[in-house]
């Protein structure tokens, strides 16, 4: 192995600090990023207003939570992640269908093709906009009545347990 002398060597030290200074991952740019970004809300909770599991991919990469700022059906969602929240508004309500099996009363909704809004960040979040789709599905058994009939009443709860709701949002983001 041939021995590089020192002079050149110092050079080359030199040359390699410049370039990794300048890299485009080393600086301290100010400038926006932008991408799609990619949400998995899950909860299994009964609640009006259930605290979601977040998971997002993309521009924003993190676990944390969602859940409405109140129980209102247009309020929004407030994104609570390690790094700061932001708020989600739905612009658009998507197509919704559900059933009901009247032997097990297991019953499954939908709501497909909900468009939203992103914004009010604050932390690194600041100043974030973007925009998306998303599909919710929820599954669960809904309790019976006395009559042997599914409790298909809008204050019925879903049997303990059996809850489920997945919502998948996706669309573009842009962080200042």
Avoid at 29 to 37: I, K, L, R
Wanted: hydrophobic share 35%; aromatic share 6%; with cysteine.
């Amino acid at each position: 192995m041939a021995r590089i002398p020192s002079k050149a060597a110092a050079v080359l030290a030199a040359a390699a600090s410049t370039a990794l200074l300048s890299a485009p991952w080393a600086s301290a740019s100010t400038s926006s990023m932008s991408g799609t970004q990619t949400f998995v809300l899950t909860t299994r909770s009964t609640a009006a207003n259930p605290v979601y599991q977040a998971v997002a991919t993309g521009v924003i990469t993190a676990n944390g939570t969602m859940r409405a700022t109140s129980t209102a059906a247009s309020a929004p969602l407030k994104a609570t992640f390690p790094k700061g929240t932001f708020m989600i508004n739905e612009e658009t309500p998507g197509r919704q269908s559900g059933t009901i099996n009247p032997s097990t009363c297991a019953a499954v909704y939908t709501d497909t093709g909900l468009k939203y809004k992103i914004n009010d960040g604050t932390g690194s979040y600041k100043g974030i906009s973007g925009s998306g789709t998303a599909n919710l599905r929820f599954t669960g058994t809904l309790p019976k009545l006395s009559n042997g009939k599914c409790n298909e009443s809008t204050n019925a709860t879903p049997v303990a347990g059996t809850a489920l709701s997945v919502v998948h949002g996706r669309g573009p983001v842009t962080l200042p």
